[in-house]
């Protein structure tokens, strides 16, 4: 299950985040950059009004005295919060740092956060899981200049969170997202998705979190239903559809024509080493939502392309009908989909176009079996 993490800058806003079912309260000084730390008189009333009932999470601001440091996370882990963030720079003597830090893991949970728009090395993973660290985050340090996904493809960030998983570290993800994003990013399995400017008023971080803006958010993620106790859990659900739908045999068209694609494909030897157009046509039939105008009742077409771009990416494909099944595969994950229509041809062997159409539906089994499964809290590390 992914936990959604918001980040507040005083009391008043945790009791928003709290009210509209954040998973994790975050302490973080959006004035401040992408990192920037509370006061920790501040960071304490906070931890006081959670009282337990969230997780809470602080920020601390890394110097270049490392000595320094130690007493900055010592006096936040006083204050009371579960986890501590803190931005690892990518520079030589990053795993001197992690080594300095590593004896805080006894004390809390040490989340490293990573910049996807500075060119993470994800090398320094192996290192954090030997410290004892309990996460590592991706986010954005230039937050007016893009999104995590403007920086990093699905794919890319699918094998953060897959190499965090085999390192027993937690993962998040955040940068300057925006609902849109929320559907294409669960499928990455990350533990964690991190809010500011989605939670704010016409999307600015700087300005309070919007009660209404929190909640949507809330809205697409898959809740928790209570289970706050810790930020390491596992997630079965991957989808959509929280909201209830509109009537039993009501379904929307959601489609994708004519995506054209080089892509490595063929059987012969002379197909190997190069790429060739192939083009796209998908349909999906999925259950309607009852809702509002936004993106809690629709089921996005992002997530195909997603989809397509993520099994091109894998490489070398002999056949059509291998790209085919694995993308109705992928698109019928989602649990709001009831059939999907794939249409796959190559553009550069004939006159006109070959390929192969395939329709797959989720059998009515598989629907109960794709229903949200309840959250396995693992034990704190």
């Known amino acids: ?47 006081a009004f959670a009282d337990g009932r969230r997780p809470v999470s602080a920020v601390v601001e890394l110097p270049h005295d490392v000595a320094h440091a130690l007493r900055d996370f010592e006096e936040v882990v006083a204050a009371g919060v579960d986890y501590v963030k803190f931005a690892l720079p990518a520079t030589p003597d990053a795993v001197e740092i992690i080594e ?73 993800l955040a940068g300057a997202l925006e609902p849109p994003d929320v559907p294409r990013l669960l499928v990455t399995g ?85 790429t060739q157009r192939v083009r796209f046509n998908v349909e999906a039939d999925v259950t309607r939502i009852n809702g509002s105008d936004d993106m809690r009742s629709i089921f996005s077409y992002d997530v195909i392309m997603d989809a397509i771009k993520m099994i091109l990416a894998g490489g070398h494909i002999e056949l059509v009908e291998t790209i085919a099944e694995r993308l109705a595969e992928s698109v019928l994950l989602h649990e709001r989909v009831r059939s999907v229509t794939v249409q796959v041809e190559k553009l550069d062997v004939a006159p006109g176009a070959v390929g192969v159409r395939i329709r797959r539906a989720r059998a009515h089994e598989d629907a109960r079996r794709l229903q949200p499964a309840p959250m396995r809290i693992d034990a704190v590390k």
């Not at 975050?26 to 920037?36: H, Q, T, Y």
């Open 1 to 47: 299950m992914t936990l959604m993490l918001a980040s507040v800058l005083s009391r008043d806003e945790a009791e928003i985040a709290f009210s509209r079912g954040a998973d994790i309260i975050d302490c973080k000084a959006p004035s401040r950059g992408a990192l920037g730390a509370l006061p920790l008189d501040t960071v304490a009333e906070i931890v």
């Open 100 to 172: 300095a830090l590593a004896p805080l893991t006894a004390k809390t949970k040490l989340v490293a956060v990573l910049f996807a728009d500075l060119g993470p090395e994800f090398d320094t993973l192996e290192p954090l899981a030997g410290a004892g660290f309990h996460g590592a985050m991706l986010d954005t340090a230039h937050k007016g200049k893009g999104r995590l996904l403007d920086f990093m493809s699905v794919g890319a960030l699918s094998e953060f969170v897959a190499r965090c998983g085999e390192l027993g570290l937690a993962s998040g």
């Open 190 to 274: 990350a533990d964690v998705l991190g809010f500011r400017g989605a939670l704010c008023a016409h999307g600015e971080r700087r300005a309070a979190i919007d009660a209404r803006a929190t909640t949507l958010i809330r809205d697409l993620i898959p809740s928790t239903r209570g289970a706050h106790a810790d930020f390491h859990a596992h997630w079965s659900f991957l989808g959509r559809g929280y909201i209830e739908p509109a009537g039993a045999n009501d379904t929307d068209c959601v489609f994708l024509k004519d995506y054209v694609a080089p892509v490595e494909i063929g059987a012969y030897a002379h197909e190997h080493g190069h």
